[in-house]
Each structure stands twice: as C-alpha cells, then as structure tokens.
C-alpha cells in the first residue's frame, strides 16, 4: 500500500470524531489484504452445539427466571432501532420512479389490493384527503395510485420512506394502533419487570430521529405505565462517531469527497461500543421489527423466560466453579469436572486440554470461564440455508460456536460451502447476554471481539466507486470470545418485518 498522507484538515476531522491516525491506517490496510475466512467444523445442529429443551426442561427455566427476577437485579432489553425503514418500501419507491402508472409489481398489487387491512390505513388515507381531496378509494378509482404511494412515502404525506421502522404503525387493535415502539414496552413489561415493577429499554437510534423516538415514548409512557403496572426507564443512544470507518477508493486509498475524507457507518457492530456502556446484570437483545400483536405474544415471552433462566443457570453453575478456584489450586479430579462443564454446557473445546494438567489447566478453564455469556435462540431454517449457529476453528487452536454469516466463510471452497448449505438453524436475533462476572463487576466487552471479523462491501458516491468497511457484527465478530450457547425456539416467535407487505402476514394482523 502506498504511503497514506493525511492533511491537516483530515487531522482535525479525526480528532472531531474521536478516530485516531493508526486506527484509520489499520482499516485502509484491511481493505488491501481482506479479511481472512473463518474455518468451520459443522453447522450446530440439535446433535451437535445446538440445545433442544424438553417441556419439563422448559418449565424449569421459566421458573429459574422468575426467581431471578424476583432478586430485584438490573435487567434491560437492548433495541437496535437505527435506521431509516425505506428498504421496506424499495418496491414502491420504484413504482414511484417507473413511467407506468399503474401497479405491475406482483408486491405493489397486493400492496393495494390489501391496502385497507395496513394498521396506518387511516392515517394514510386522512392525509390523501388534506393534501389530494380524495380519499384512497377515489385515487385509486381514478388511477392515481402513485398519489397514494407519494403521500405515505413523502415528506408532504406520512413521511414513512424517510422515518425509521419503530416510529410505523404496524399492528390494529380495538382500542388503537401500535408501532414497534409500543410493542417492545408491552412486551418489556411481560418479561424483564423486576420485584421493584422497573421495566428498562434502551433503544439505539440515529440522531436524526432520537427527538421523534424520546417524543414518541412520552407520549405513550403514561398509558403503558398503568395499563401493565410498570415504571418505564426508556433509554437511548446513538452510534459513536468514533465508530464510523474510512471509506478507500480502488486503490485502498482514503476516499474523498470535494477533498474530504469520507466516512461511513460501521454497521451493527459498531452498537457493541452502546451495548459496553449499559451497566446492567442481564441484557436482552431483539431486533426493532421483530414484533407481533398481543394475541400472539405468548410462545415470545414464554422463550424469552426460558433462554434467560438458562443463561441465570448456566451462569451459577460457572461463578461457583470460579469461586472455587480463587480458594486455589483444585484436584485434577474436580479440574476435569470444570472441563466437562465447558465442553459439554458451554461448547468449548480444546484438542490439546488432554496435555494440561494442574496449575496450566486450572489457568485455561479460568479464563474460559471468566467471560461474558450469552444464550442465542435458533429457529429451524424454513427457506434456503443462510448464516446462523456453526462450530468454527478459532485462532488458537480451540472451537467453539459462532453465530456467522455466509460472507465469513470461504463459498469458494465447496467442502466448506456444503458445511455451511447443511445448516438446519438459522439466527433470528434473539438473545440474553450476561455481562457481569462472577464477583458483579462489569466485563470490558470491547475485550472480547474478533476484529478480523468484519465486511467489505462496494458502494459509489456521486459515481465514483469506493470500498466501505463494515466492523464484526454485534452477534458475530463483535461476540466473537463469549461463551456462547444456542437453544432452539419456535419460528413463531421470529416475525420480522423487511417489506411493508410483511405486515399482511398472518402474524402481524
């Protein structure tokens, strides 16, 4: 790589965003050599690395986390929220650009024959009035269906190409609409309320749209606040600067724009800098859109219960061998005891712990031990297979598992791409991650991730292509050295929503 030469103004722009010269050094040298695959054993599978609980199990679990709720410990369900909700529109949008004035797209006929059934029908159609004086049944008689379209997507209109996804109407009830907001402080409410009736949520949110969320939520606190008798303690934030990476041109130099270096997002992992910043005993995390209406809520909270009161159980049984161990050196007999509970409950495994023995294999469990813990929910694949729970070859030699994506494996090699093809589970994000250790001081989280994890994608600006660098993802790289275990849930509590017609489905009606 050529000498990278950064002028005094590219000096002061770094030190507004808090990135330091090596830092963007080291990242345009990654966009030269890549980064390197990740080798896989197997996928995770019910036999292997996957858990499948019993219903007695199960029971057990919920209970485990009802107790632990009842001890009055900081719980907090951590949203990723960022982000503008126009990829759920891309079909109209481009409707909206085509010559043709009426619909063609499969997706934007149904869109408008279903139109009635979306929760922001009124809402659309109370704007089509005062901006059209038409309603949606007469625009559309008369063919002017890009008028609708323009009035929900545009600033003149509802404005929902440009809001995010948590400020939508997704769900009707008798008594009103609900966006995703509202549907996590429900469902806050059903599974993370402590003794004290606290109930926290940190939502992660661009600052372009932090005061609509912070006004959002008051506006709706009171009434959610007595009808589940809770107190709200809703949080947010927004990505560092400090987190954005540089973006390189074709020459894996820095990329200007009118002379000035751009920078770029670091993708969901970037959150991982919010996610060290929560200081609580248990976090859930859940994707904004992944949200269904109160009828459908159970199988949801009964899962969310069951991984936390598997994570509390877990989590108990390795504080109390750390314990242990601080009183100092352990029988080989008990030592061996300690190394079947990491292999066994917390998938790791070493192919050379055979050669350690006494203070060396005391050390290693220790520090396999001493980390942060997460339980990953996983739903059966019901389309093609794609990232999700693998057993992967760490640097040192180890395995354990990973959550990846197809982007970290090595497609070209076909013994590895028929690994990954095999995968019978997939990632919904549905996590609940331990973040104290043993004696309830708080892990250093940036400690504990993989930073030869990340993604490079190509993108253009004003017609110029560029490179863009993606950090590890949050539940990837970025948990690359957790101890990680994965437990099957149903596919009915995975519900997203990436196009509005996802909202037609069964489950969001």
Same mark, same amino acid.
């Given at each position: 790589?050529?000498?990278?030469?950064?002028?005094?103004?590219?000096?002061?722009? +770094?030190?507004?965003?808090?990135?330091?010269?090596?830092?963007?050094?080291?990242?345009?040298?990654?966009?030269?050599?890549?980064?390197?695959?990740?080798?896989?054993?197997?996928?995770?599978?019910?036999?292997?690395?996957?858990?499948?609980?019993?219903?007695?199990?199960?029971?057990?679990?919920?209970?485990?986390?009802?107790?632990? @709720?009842?001890?009055?410990?900081?719980?907090?369900?951590?949203?990723?929220?960022?982000?503008?909700?126009?990829?759920?529109?891309?079909?109209?949008?481009?409707?909206?650009?085509?010559?043709?004035? @009426?619909?063609?797209?499969?997706?934007?006929?149904?869109?408008?024959?279903?139109?009635?059934?979306?929760?922001?029908?009124?809402?659309?159609?109370?704007?089509?009035?005062?901006?059209?004086?038409?309603?949606?049944?007469?625009?559309?008689?008369?063919?002017?269906?890009?008028?609708?379209?323009?009035? +929900?997507?545009?600033?003149?209109?509802?404005?929902?190409?440009?809001?995010?996804?948590?400020?939508?109407?997704?769900?009707?009830?008798?008594?009103?609409?609900?966006?995703?907001?509202?549907?996590?402080?429900?469902?806050?409410?059903?599974?993370?309320?402590?003794?004290?009736?606290?109930?926290?949520?940190?939502?992660?949110?661009?600052?372009?749209?932090?005061?609509?969320?912070?006004?959002?939520?008051?506006?709706?606190?009171?009434?959610?606040?007595?009808?589940?008798?809770?107190?709200?303690?809703?949080?947010?934030?927004?990505?560092?600067?400090?987190?954005?990476?540089?973006?390189?041109?074709?020459?894996?130099?820095?990329?200007?724009?009118?002379?000035?270096?751009?920078?770029?997002?670091?993708?969901?992992?970037?959150?991982?800098?919010?996610?060290?910043?929560?200081?609580?005993?248990?976090?859930?995390?859940?994707?904004?859109?992944?949200?269904?209406?109160?009828?459908?809520?159970?199988?949801?909270?009964?899962?969310?219960?069951?991984?936390?009161?598997?994570?509390?159980?877990?989590?108990?049984?390795?504080?109390?061998?750390?314990?242990?161990?601080?009183?100092?050196?352990?029988?080989?007999?008990?030592?061996?005891?300690?190394?079947?509970?990491?292999?066994?409950?917390?998938?790791?495994?070493?192919?050379?712990?055979?050669?350690?023995?006494?203070?060396?294999?005391?050390?290693?469990?220790?520090?396999?031990?001493?980390?942060?813990?997460?339980?990953?929910?996983?739903?059966?694949?019901?389309?093609?297979?794609?990232?999700?729970?693998?057993?992967?070859?760490?640097?040192?030699?180890?395995?354990?598992?990973?959550?990846?994506?197809?982007?970290?494996?090595?497609?070209?090699?076909?013994?590895?791409?028929?690994?990954?093809?095999?995968?019978?589970?997939?990632?919904?994000?549905? +996590?609940?991650?331990?973040?104290?250790?043993?004696?309830?001081?708080?892990?250093? @989280?940036?400690?504990?991730?993989?930073?030869?994890?990340?993604?490079?994608?190509?993108?253009?600006?004003?017609?110029?292509?560029?490179?863009?660098?993606?950090?590890?993802? +949050?539940?990837?790289?970025?948990?690359?050295?957790?101890?990680?275990?994965?437990?099957?849930?149903?596919?009915?509590?995975?519900?997203?929503?990436?196009?509005?017609?996802?909202?037609?489905?069964?489950?969001?009606?």
């Amino acid at each position: 790589m050529d000498k990278v030469i950064l002028t005094q103004s590219d000096i002061e722009i +770094l030190k507004k965003k808090g990135i330091s010269e090596s830092q963007v050094k080291e990242q345009l040298k990654i966009f030269e050599t890549g980064f390197p695959f990740l080798p896989i054993v197997r996928s995770a599978d019910p036999n292997n690395g996957l858990l499948l609980v019993s219903n007695n199990d199960l029971a057990d679990y919920v209970e485990e986390w009802q107790s632990y @709720l009842e001890k009055n410990k900081d719980v907090v369900k951590f949203v990723p929220a960022s982000g503008a909700a126009s990829r759920m529109f891309k079909d109209l949008f481009e409707f909206l650009d085509d010559e043709i004035d @009426l619909p063609s797209d499969k997706s934007v006929i149904e869109f408008f024959e279903k139109i009635e059934k979306f929760a922001f029908y009124d809402l659309l159609n109370k704007s089509c009035v005062s901006l059209h004086d038409k309603d949606i049944p007469t625009l559309m008689s008369e063919k002017q269906f890009k008028a609708v379209v323009d009035t +929900l997507l545009g600033a003149k209109g509802l404005n929902y190409g440009a809001l995010p996804k948590g400020l939508l109407l997704f769900h009707k009830y008798e008594k009103g609409k609900r966006t995703p907001l509202m549907e996590h402080l429900a469902e806050g409410a059903m599974y993370t309320k402590n003794k004290s009736a606290n109930v926290k949520i940190h939502f992660t949110v661009s600052s372009e749209h932090r005061e609509l969320f912070e006004k959002h939520f008051e506006e709706v606190n009171k009434e959610y606040t007595k009808q589940y008798n809770v107190t709200y303690a809703v949080s947010f934030s927004e990505q560092k600067p400090s987190t954005d990476t540089i973006a390189a041109d074709e020459n894996n130099q820095p990329f200007r724009d009118n002379g000035e270096l751009l920078f770029r997002p670091g993708g969901h992992g970037a959150l991982i800098e919010n996610l060290n910043d929560i200081d609580a005993d248990v976090i859930f995390i859940k994707n904004i859109d992944n949200v269904v209406p109160d009828a459908l809520k159970n199988p949801t909270i009964i899962y969310k219960k069951m991984i936390a009161g598997l994570l509390v159980k877990l989590q108990k049984q390795a504080f109390k061998y750390l314990k242990l161990m601080d009183n100092g050196l352990l029988t080989d007999e008990k030592l061996w005891e300690i190394a079947g509970f990491c292999e066994a409950s917390l998938n790791n495994i070493n192919p050379i712990i055979s050669g350690l023995k006494g203070r060396e294999l005391q050390d290693y469990l220790y520090g396999k031990l001493n980390r942060p813990i997460r339980v990953c929910g996983m739903v059966k694949n019901t389309g093609e297979p794609g990232g999700g729970p693998f057993l992967a070859i760490n640097s040192d030699g180890t395995v354990s598992t990973q959550i990846l994506e197809s982007s970290q494996i090595d497609m070209t090699n076909p013994a590895e791409k028929d690994k990954m093809m095999k995968s019978t589970h997939f990632n919904p994000v549905d +996590l609940v991650c331990g973040v104290k250790d043993y004696k309830g001081k708080k892990f250093d @989280l940036l400690k504990y991730v993989d930073k030869n994890t990340g993604f490079i994608s190509h993108k253009s600006k004003n017609g110029k292509a560029l490179k863009a660098l993606e950090l590890p993802g +949050l539940w990837n790289g970025a948990m690359s050295d957790w101890n990680t275990v994965f437990v099957e849930v149903p596919v009915t509590t995975f519900n997203p929503v990436k196009t509005v017609n996802d909202l037609l489905r069964a489950e969001h009606q």
